[in-house]
């Protein structure tokens, strides 16, 4: 902000953009900065500036500047990638059959505050969605999700949310024997910038209120979990159906249905949760497991 002051008739600049301006303080002057500015207007003060007014909300990621008057960094939500499911096999000559698991969740972060310093870059990243295992049904993997970050050029690492992994059904045969179920794994959340728990900003939030986020709290974070893993059924042609996803964010997002065997796949998760396994007895395909996720806003705290 640029202030002018009237010099025998000719307007002067007396203020720079960075917002400073020298004011007499007891005996010497002293370097100030301007948070607020206001104006009489018939009795009534009006505010004519601030130093930095919250920014909305922004999913943007790559390489993002923080706004030079902001400290820190209100994040909405933010979610690592869940993980695929995997499909179902049919062993008839082995006497059972065998449902996909259900892939996992996510860690994530729900109304979470980090300071951050003015003018410094951030490199975020959304995790990407874990892939439905493919391949032969009797050896299948299914993929993992990916993580979502956020890290600063003077901050360091704020945070890291690893995507969910993938199980795997592995070791069977046409001939037997059943194949090893193994299940999903979640994804784990590393906190690493400095987190706020109280204060209010300069234009006047008190951060504790912030509860827009998925779980509805403020200061919320937490690991993702595995999906169901239904295992194998005994007897030829035996129908079980596939393992559900891990939910996401503390539940709060259900991960994918489970596929019904010979009939349907696995369902796909959203926001970080795991996909539905394939159902047994008809070899039904996992699901994609839902992206990641990040959304953000850069505050002034006072």
């Not at 194949?179 to 706020?196: E, M, P, Q």
């Not at 509860?211 to 035996?238: I, K, L």
Request: aromatic share 6%.
């Amino acid at each position: 902000m640029a202030i002018f002051v009237k010099d025998g008739g000719t307007w002067r600049e007396i203020s720079s953009d960075t917002g400073q301006l020298y004011v007499h303080d007891g005996t010497s002057f002293t370097n100030k900065t301007i948070t607020n500015a206001y104006v009489k207007d018939n009795n009534t003060w009006r505010e004519i500036y601030t130093l930095f007014t919250t920014t909305a909300f922004s999913s943007t990621t790559g390489t993002v500047a923080v706004p030079q008057n902001a400290n820190a960094i209100h994040v909405q939500f933010a979610v690592g990638g869940g993980s695929g499911g995997v499909k179902g096999a049919e062993y008839d000559k082995a006497g059972g059959e065998s449902a996909g698991p259900g892939g996992s969740s996510g860690a994530y972060i729900s109304d979470k505050v980090f300071t951050v310093t003015g003018g410094e870059n951030l490199t975020i990243a959304a995790g990407a969605a874990g892939a439905a295992s493919s391949g032969s049904s009797y050896n299948t993997t299914a993929g993992n999700g990916g993580a979502t970050t956020i890290s600063g050029s003077s901050s360091g690492s704020l945070f890291s949310l690893a995507g969910g992994t993938g199980g795997s059904g592995l070791n069977g045969g046409v001939q037997g024997p059943l194949r090893s179920n193994n299940a999903s794994v979640g994804g784990n959340a590393t906190l690493s910038g400095t987190v706020l728990t109280s204060g209010t900003t300069l234009d006047g939030l008190n951060i504790t209120s912030f509860n827009s986020g998925p779980v509805g709290t403020f200061n919320q974070s937490g690991n993702g979990v595995a999906g169901t893993n239904p295992g194998n059924c005994g007897g030829d042609n035996c129908q079980i159906t596939g393992g559900v996803g891990g939910a996401s964010y503390a539940g709060n997002v259900s991960g994918g249905a489970g596929g019904v065997a010979s009939s349907s796949s696995g369902g796909n998760g959203s926001r970080g949760s795991g996909a539905g396994g394939g159902g047994a007895q008809g070899q039904t395909n996992g699901g994609t497991g839902g992206a990641g996720e990040v959304n953000y806003r850069f505050l002034r705290m006072v």
